[in-house]
């Protein structure tokens, strides 16, 4: 129940396009979702985050949609820029329990230039 | 203001050893949490330090242990290591009840 399903393990987008990364939770009590970017040997970087109580947030180039109903949250990336090569992680936590996030398995976003 | 700071970068050791790793929260964080990244997979929850004390703890071994400082800084113990114990160890500073969570550059360690 604590699982949080991520997809796809890769992606590879053109310079200029949109990346789009999914991620599915089975724990309602989840009421916390960040996403994470990781370059190789360095750590995760908080890059924007949601709660339910919202369907979408905008941060610049980054988006957030949630669905509720669905148990689902993606990540959206316009405008997608060769500096924006990484992994992605979605992950997701609760009130009291706010430090132990758990990760989705990433996934490995290429942008061609 | 530093963010998260962790010692040593790089670590390798032999099966059946002990090895400490160090954090030092975000400037104004007053807990420390510590996750295991295995290569190719997402971080897993190992234990959470608050006032000194274990808040909370993942599915790992007691052969994992910590201990958090007056300061703040925390360090993770692995006793007896396996080959399996090979991976990134994350150190995540906060307030207790904040949700964001501010990761330092991990320490790599090689058990051989």
């Known amino acids: 129940q604590q699982q949080v399903k991520q997809s796809p393990q890769s992606l590879i987008v053109q310079k200029g396009g949109i990346s789009i990364i999914n991620c599915a939770y089975e724990n309602t009590a989840f009421d916390y979702f960040p996403w994470y970017q990781q370059f190789p040997g360095k750590g995760p970087a908080l890059l924007i985050a949601i709660r339910p109580d919202v369907s979408e947030k905008k941060e610049g180039r980054f988006t957030i949609s949630f669905n509720k109903s669905a148990k689902q949250f993606s990540l959206h990336i316009m405008d997608s820029q060769p500096g924006d090569s990484a992994t992605y992680f979605c992950a997701a936590s609760n009130y009291p329990s706010y430090g132990k996030l758990t990760f989705g398995q990433g996934t490995i976003l290429t942008v061609h230039p | 203001d530093a963010g998260v700071t962790q010692s040593p970068t790089h670590l390798i050791k032999t099966r059946g050893q002990q090895v400490t790793l160090r954090c030092s929260p975000k400037?104004?964080?007053?807990?420390v949490s510590w996750y295991q990244q295995a290569l190719g997979q997402g971080p897993q929850f190992i234990f959470q330090y608050y006032e000194e004390e274990e808040r909370q703890r993942g599915n790992f071994p007691d052969r994992f242990s910590g201990h958090q400082f007056p300061n703040y800084s925390s360090e993770l113990n692995v006793n007896a290591l396996l080959l399996g114990d090979s991976a990134l160890y994350l150190c995540?500073?906060?307030?207790?009840?904040?949700?964001?969570?501010?990761f330092g550059p991990g320490t790599r360690l090689t058990v051989l």
């Open positions: 995540a500073s906060s307030l207790v009840y904040s949700p964001e969570q501010f």
């Open positions: 400037s104004g964080h007053d807990t």
